[in-house]
Nanobody, 125 residues
Framework: QVHLIESGGGLVQAGGSLRLSCAAS???????MGWFRQAPGKKREFVAA????????YYGDSVKGRSTVSRDKAKNTLTLEMDNLKPEDTAVYYC???????????????????WGQGTQVTVSS
C-alpha cells in the first residue's frame, strides 16, 4: 500500500511563492509522481508530474513557467515550488502516484491510482 501525505499549504498573498511537499511511503519504486489541484466547483486540474528517473518534468499550462517539480528518491519525497501566485491558484492540491504511464496519459487524473488527502492553498489578492 502507498500513502502520500502533503504539507506546506496555507494562505499566501498574490505574487508570493509556495512550496508543497509530499512524503511517500510504500512501494513507489519506478513510479510517476505528481500534483493535481481542484478549486471549488471545478474539475481536478493537472499541475505537474515527474517520473522516477526525474529526467523530465511535465507541467499544466496554467502553471508552466512559474513552477518546479522535483523528487528526492532517497527520501521518497516530492516537492512543488510555485512563484508569482495568483488568486486563481487557490485550490486543494493533491499529491499523486502512478505506475508506468504513457506520455499522452500523464495529465489525466485517472492515470494515478494513489492520491493524498490534499492540502489547501489560498491566494489572497
Amino acid at each position: 500500500q502507498v500513502h502520500l501525505i502533503e504539507s506546506g499549504g496555507g494562505l499566501v498573498q498574490a505574487g508570493g511563492s509556495l512550496r508543497l511537499s509530499c512524503a511517500a511511503s510504500g512501494r513507489i519504486f519506478a513510479w510517476y509522481m505528481g500534483w493535481f489541484r481542484q478549486a471549488p466547483g471545478k474539475k481536478r486540474e493537472f499541475v505537474a508530474a515527474i517520473p522516477y528517473s526525474a529526467d523530465q518534468q511535465y507541467y499544466g499550462d496554467s502553471v508552466k513557467g512559474r513552477s518546479t517539480v522535483s523528487r528526492d528518491k532517497a527520501k521518497n519525497t516530492l516537492t512543488l515550488e510555485m512563484d508569482n501566485l495568483k488568486p486563481e491558484d487557490t485550490a486543494v492540491y493533491y499529491c499523486v502516484g502512478g505506475g508506468s504511464i504513457i506520455e499522452s496519459a500523464i495529465r489525466r487524473p485517472e492515470s494515478y491510482p494513489y492520491w493524498g488527502q490534499g492540502t489547501q492553498v489560498t491566494v489572497s489578492s
